[in-house]
């Protein structure tokens, strides 16, 4: 059986977020060709991916909505409606199986909409389209030695950090997405590394002048939950990370609204690593925002 299916995408179903954006959209793609231990996409397709063969009826249901959408005000980008366009996949990785251009002109030219996605890797296609800030690319980041073990073949942590700049010049709206943090006994030296990664990206000529590229990239954090299912799968493939995923002494049970057992850290412990964690993040890059943590 082929690892990448066409679908015909029933379900135009568009739900609320409130956090990376304003609505999550219906899926252009289902599942994904990367197999990173932690991901949740894997609990419910561990093999393969599905690609809709309808994507103008995904972007005629978002239109449809948009006119009529109901959002706090500010919202997630202030002046645009923003819609998460790849909950269910890595839209970056995948898009030669899309009609990615056709979908970013759809953002580009609404007068309402603007289309947000999630990415582990760098594609330089993107670079030939200007989306004229209605593309909304989050750059996951994790310290590199785990991005080896929890991430198996996507692009370095280097490489994002790099493409930073480069998408920012393109048109697109860049932001950096903390995600999973997981805690371990050196997790905040790693990310104070990881930190002084960005912050050396963000300045020229010795720390003397900003990088004007980096004026608007803000964060969003977002802590490790993990699955017992996953789990479970993990350690009957041999998929590595079990020992820092999997902490039960650190962490408590969850029932998610969709039914999975899920683990996550005991609020306790938690509220503390949020605490450390932003400490940390605003001693050494305070320039950049953190839109929300949790």
């Keep these: 059986m082929s690892l990448v299916e066409k679908v015909t995408r029933k379900s135009m179903k568009i739900r609320p977020s409130g956090r990376s954006t304003d609505f999550i959209s219906p899926s252009f793609g289902h599942g994904c060709l990367y ?38 005000k500010p919202n997630q980008t202030g002046d645009y409606i923003t819609y998460d366009i790849s909950c269910n996949e890595d839209f ?20 309402l909409a603007m289309g947000s996605f999630a990415t582990k890797y760098v594609n330089s296609d993107f670079l030939k389209f200007n989306p004229q800030g209605k593309i909304r690319i989050r750059f996951s980041l994790m310290p590199e030695k785990l ?15 790099r493409a930073i700049t480069n998408f920012v010049i393109a048109g697109y709206e860049v932001h950096l997405n903390f995600s999973p943090v997981i805690v371990y006994d050196e997790w905040l030296e790693d990310y104070k590394h ?10 020229t000529r010795d720390k003397l002048y900003f990088n004007e590229a980096y004026r608007d990239v803000k964060a969003e954090v977002i802590f490790l939950t993990h699955n017992k299912e996953k789990h479970e799968y993990n350690l009957e493939n041999a998929i590595m990370g079990e020992e820092i995923l999997w902490r039960p002494d650190i962490q408590e049970s969850k029932i998610s609204q969709y039914g999975g057992r899920n683990i996550r850290y005991k609020a306790g412990n938690k509220s503390k690593y949020i605490e450390d964690f932003t400490k940390l993040h605003d001693c050494i890059i305070p320039w950049n925002t953190i839109r929300y943590i949790f």
């Design 35 to 72: 197999n990173c231990s932690y991901c949740y996409m894997k609990r419910h397709k561990p093999e393969g991916l599905s690609i809709a063969t309808n994507p103008m009826d995904i972007l005629t249901a978002i239109n449809n909505h948009v006119w009529f959408a109901d959002v706090e």
């Design 92 to 111: 970056a990785l995948h898009a030669k199986y899309h009609d990615w251009e056709r979908i970013f002109e759809f953002f580009r030219d609404h007068p």
């Design 147 to 161: 991005r080896q073990i929890l991430e198996p073949n996507t692009s370095t942590i280097n490489e994002r950090i």
């Design 194 to 203: 990881l930190f002084e990664l960005i912050d050396d990206d963000a300045y």
